[in-house]
């Protein structure tokens, strides 16, 4: 195998106008730097990339292909493996990989996606383009990634593998904990609660920590206002794709004073009653990020959502810092 040290801007000339499969390697040197200009196609070995802003490479690194990777996705993936010898920082912009017939390792090829190792992680991007004629995918509109390794992969079907998910009575609120042991494109969780176990309504909305294949605990905290009470998760995909988790089910005798919230659905006002002593109200978005937040001590407080788009909401009642109920709202 050959390694090529970089000499600009001669080098850059021949790795653009050299054919796609031609070259295996390409180093660069301690000290020297490779820059690519916005717009500019850099080809190598059937690795092409396009960045959108300028781009510069430093230090020492160099890129070889092969046949596996370390670490492997946790999906199948072709035989062509792009791997740099340094995890190279925030590239934005498309990247084209070509490949041969014989690296397909038994992919259909119109499952193929580009799959980007950033130094601990696997994220599958969808392609903007795949040709299986000219055999080569091109993703387009990349942002900041990290790249260590890169190959094609068919993309896995379960966006995220849930461990643990248990509710504890703590009072009047039921605790909840779960567990994921991966994820991949998962956008949020909604906690989801009901009084017969049959019919549903979400009570809170956590986004997800990203992209993980290591542990990731979550946690949410809601009122308990039934003598029995279910509760699930939801877990949404970026595509709108979800699944469910197991029901789990927390008893309690609680005789907590009932805060309830009216007209729902609404198009401008909506009021929140039952509440005693002093309160925060937070309107969160279906994100869980806090839209409007409200201070009161009365025993009910209106609050003008009529600005607010259509969707649904989450109304959270903080008392003494803590989260004592979560009620959902439908914006018309």
């Known amino acids: 195998m050959?390694?090529?040290?970089?000499?600009?801007?001669?080098?850059?000339?021949?790795?653009?106008?050299?054919?796609?499969?031609?070259?295996?390697?390409?180093?660069?040197?301690?000290?020297?730097?490779?820059?690519?200009?916005t717009g500019t196609l850099v080809h190598l070995d059937g690795l092409v990339v396009t960045p959108s802003v300028n781009y510069n490479i430093t230090g020492l690194n160099n890129v070889t292909r092969e046949a596996t990777a370390?670490?492997?996705?946790?999906?199948?993936?072709?035989?062509?493996?792009?791997?740099?010898?340094?995890?190279?920082?925030?590239?934005?912009?498309?990247?084209?990989?070509?490949?041969?017939?014989?690296?397909?390792?038994?992919?259909?090829?119109?499952?193929?996606?580009?799959?980007?190792?950033?130094?601990?992680?696997?994220?599958?991007?969808?392609?903007?383009?795949?040709?299986?004629?000219?055999?080569?995918?091109?993703?387009?509109?990349?942002?900041?990634?990290d790249l260590k390794l890169l190959t094609l992969a068919v993309q896995t079907v379960v966006p995220i593998t849930l461990t643990r998910f248990i509710a504890e009575n703590n009072g009047c609120v039921a605790n909840l904990k779960w567990t994921t042991a991966f994820e991949q494109n998962n956008k949020h969780f909604e906690v989801q609660h009901s009084t017969d176990g049959i019919i549903f309504n979400t009570v809170g909305?956590?986004?997800?920590?990203?992209?993980?294949?290591?542990?990731?605990?979550?946690?949410?905290?809601?009122?308990?206002?039934?003598?029995?009470?279910?509760?699930?998760?939801?877990m949404v995909d970026l595509d709108g794709s979800s699944k469910f988790s197991p029901i789990e089910m927390v008893k309690t005798t609680c005789s907590n004073k009932v805060i309830t919230l009216y007209p729902n659905p609404t198009r401008e006002m909506v009021t929140i009653t039952g509440l005693s002593g002093e309160n925060h109200l937070r309107l969160l978005d279906n994100l869980g990020q806090v839209i409007k937040s409200i201070k009161t001590s009365n025993?009910?407080?209106?609050?003008?959502?009529?600005?607010?788009?259509a969707g649904t909401y989450i109304i959270q009642v903080v008392s003494n810092n803590k989260v004592i109920d979560n009620i959902q709202v439908v914006k018309e």
């Open 299 to 309: 025993p009910s407080e209106t609050i003008n959502i009529s600005n607010m788009p």
């Open 70 to 145: 370390t670490p492997p996705p946790p999906t199948t993936y072709i035989q062509r493996v792009y791997n740099l010898l340094q995890t190279l920082p925030a590239y934005s912009g498309d990247i084209t990989i070509y490949y041969q017939d014989a690296e397909l390792n038994g992919i259909n090829e119109a499952n193929l996606n580009l799959d980007v190792y950033n130094g601990s992680t696997w994220t599958i991007y969808s392609p903007a383009l795949r040709d299986a004629t000219n055999n080569f995918v091109t993703t387009t509109g990349l942002t900041n990634i």
């Open 205 to 234: 909305i956590l986004p997800s920590n990203g992209n993980s294949n290591v542990e990731r605990n979550y946690t949410f905290s809601s009122n308990l206002k039934n003598q029995n009470n279910y509760f699930r998760l939801r």
């Open 2 to 37: 050959k390694l090529f040290n970089l000499q600009l801007p001669a080098l850059l000339f021949f790795l653009i106008s050299m054919p796609c499969f031609a070259q295996t390697s390409l180093q660069v040197s301690s000290g020297s730097n490779f820059f690519i200009t």
